[in-house]
């Protein structure tokens, strides 16, 4: 499967958040700070963004929406198999659900999923699961729940509501909100497994559906396979921010990043001058980011935070802050506690 950070992704997947949050309250202007979206883009139904748009976009809609709860979750709901295209038409033709998981998993970088998902078969039950744990962690939970709630959303389009899920499991505590994912769900979610993931019979997920057409099932899945290749994009400066949101962090120096992209790091800066940026900017962009979501939604120390975020003292973080919002991250903090 083709690295799922080098894929492009069509900009109608953001603008059903776009929408979403529109209806929270949330402008479009707030929802595209930072992203590099257009307007034009917006309005043309084959736009491509990268993933590294999309994710600022979806960090954006956290920091817009702090007081909803299962956000990522309500969000997912959201999607259906019109949302995405080739892919979700070529699932609805399978003949099974067990075969369009299968279909799903094999061009999953065609969806919204972050998570590495694998099916599996437990005892009379057939699931899938979903790992997190690649997404960076300021964005992991929201993902998780959003890739779970799109999930349970296609696989019940796919049935028209012919079976039933047995479980959702996860692997953390339950979150305050589980009476509202119990509600939206149909069924309460399991927590402390040691997986995150949906069960339903085996019985049913090999069940004839009542959409397969076999004709059309090989041609949708070569367009699959086209429109893959198409969407793969090289773009360098995609690939250092995953390099920084990834294990090597925010502290990563140019030399760290430029040896696990296998080039040196003359060729590194080069390239990243020809997309009209530099390392610098780039890990500053993805600073900012963290900053402002860590000082709204957790209680770290601005000294702990400052190491976090790569600098070696509070006053150095604090200079470049004022630099980003005109504000110390202090009294940012305090302006976006309730009254």
């Not at 069509?10 to 707030?30: E, K, R, W, Y």
């Not at 998981?101 to 599996?120: D, I």
């Not at 699959?224 to 250092?240: D, P």
Request: some cysteine; aromatic content about 8%; overall charge negative.
């Amino acid at each position: 499967m083709p690295n799922t950070q080098a894929i492009l992704h069509p900009v109608a997947i953001s603008q059903v958040m776009i929408n979403f949050a529109a209806n929270l309250g949330v402008d479009q202007d707030t929802c595209l700070l930072g992203t590099g979206i257009s307007e034009p883009q917006l309005q043309d139904s084959n736009a491509l963004i990268e993933r590294s748009q999309e994710m600022r976009l979806i960090e954006n809609l956290i920091l817009a929406l702090p007081e909803v709860a299962a956000l990522g979750f309500t969000l997912g709901l959201q999607y259906n198999m019109a949302t995405f295209g080739i892919w979700g038409f070529a699932l609805r033709t399978s003949r099974t659900l067990r075969e369009a998981t299968t279909l799903a998993l094999r061009y999953l970088p065609l969806s919204t999923a972050y998570c590495r998902m694998q099916s599996f078969d437990q005892g009379a039950c057939f699931g899938l699961s979903m790992d997190p744990d690649a997404i960076p962690s300021h964005l992991r939970q929201f993902l998780l729940e959003r890739d779970m709630a799109t999930a349970i959303t296609l696989l019940k389009e796919l049935s028209l509501a012919g079976f039933n899920i047995i479980s959702i499991e996860f692997k953390g505590e339950p979150p305050e909100y589980i009476n509202y994912l119990e509600e939206i769900c149909g069924i309460r979610p399991n927590y402390y497994s040691d997986h995150n993931a949906i069960l339903l019979s085996s019985q049913d997920a090999d069940k004839p559906l009542p959409t397969y057409d076999s004709h059309l099932v090989r041609i949708l899945d070569e367009q699959c396979q086209r429109q893959l290749q198409a969407r793969t994009t090289a773009g360098l400066s995609n690939q250092v921010r995953q390099q920084l949101l990834g294990p090597l962090g925010l502290i990563a120096t140019l030399d760290e990043v430029a040896h696990g992209l296998a080039m040196s790091a003359r060729t590194l800066r080069r390239k990243l001058d020809q997309e009209n940026t530099s390392f610098r900017a780039l890990v500053d962009e993805e600073r900012r980011q963290v900053a402002l979501q860590l000082l709204r939604a957790s209680d770290m120390k601005l000294d702990e935070l400052a190491i976090h975020l790569g600098y070696t003292d509070t006053a150095s973080f604090t200079r470049a802050f004022r630099r980003w919002m005109g504000s110390s991250p202090g009294e940012y903090r305090k302006s976006q506690q309730p009254e």
